[in-house]
């Protein structure tokens, strides 16, 4: 079992930044891949970025590469999401997950756990 809780959301204008955390426990965080997703109202949940165990490798979603960053420290058992130059389309609940490989993944079913979701509004 593991529990993700996600902190660092808000309200900020557009152009603003924010740092979202991830703060993982009960599993050995940094033996597994994990990753950020985003679902706003009306919409399904999509992908943001993801980053292998190691941190090594990342990848991001089309619409945020250039402007999101995706860290972890699994010393801290800790992920980070790092959002730079945000548009008010990236208003949405913010999730993370740890997936249940290794590897970077976008596909949400190759997660197994998930956090609470923390809310990010991005006003124009």
């Known amino acids: 079992q593991v529990q993700l809780v996600e902190s660092g959301g808000g309200l900020v204008q557009a152009g603003g930044s924010l740092r979202l955390s991830c703060a993982a426990s009960?599993?050995?965080?940094?033996?597994?891949?994990m990753g950020w997703f985003r679902q706003a109202p009306g919409k399904e949940r999509e992908f943001v970025a993801t980053?292998?165990?190691?941190?090594?490798?990342?990848y991001y979603a089309d619409s945020v590469k250039d402007r999101f960053t995706i860290s972890r420290d699994n010393a801290k058992n800790t992920g980070y999401l790092q959002m730079d130059s945000l548009k008010p389309e990236d208003t949405a609940v913010y999730y993370c997950?740890?997936?249940?490989?290794?590897?970077?993944?976008?596909?949400?079913?190759?997660?197994?756990?998930w956090g609470q979701g923390t809310q990010v509004t991005v006003s124009s």
């Open positions: 009960g599993r050995t965080f940094g033996s597994y891949a």
């Open positions: 980053i292998s165990r190691s941190g090594t490798s990342t």
């Open positions: 997950a740890s997936a249940s490989t290794s590897a970077v993944n976008m596909n949400p079913n190759r997660y197994t756990y």
